[in-house]
């Protein structure tokens, strides 16, 4: 793969990813309530500890795309 290449892939799975997470925060917190409740129904899990499994959930995630997308974006862009 040439390195233009890269750039774009990196660059385009950085966009992809960062699109997910708005959609998936404005998804739990904006419909909050039918969310918990369905999550709670699907897995067990109370109501009341599904927002920090939430906010957890979501922290990782971006770090996961700062880690995998973002940085390997910004390295081949400097070089």
């Not at 599904?50 to 973002?70: D, E, H, S």
């Amino acid at each position: 793969m040439s390195h233009a290449m890269l750039t774009s892939f990196f660059g385009w799975m950085t966009v992809l990813h960062v699109a997910l997470l708005l959609v998936a925060s404005i998804g739990i917190y904006g419909m909050r309530g039918r969310v918990t409740a369905m999550h709670a129904r699907l897995t067990g899990v109370p109501q009341d500890s599904l927002a920090p499994l939430y906010f957890q959930w979501l922290g990782a995630y971006k770090l996961l795309i700062f880690v995998f997308a973002l940085v390997p974006w910004i390295a081949l862009q400097l070089l």
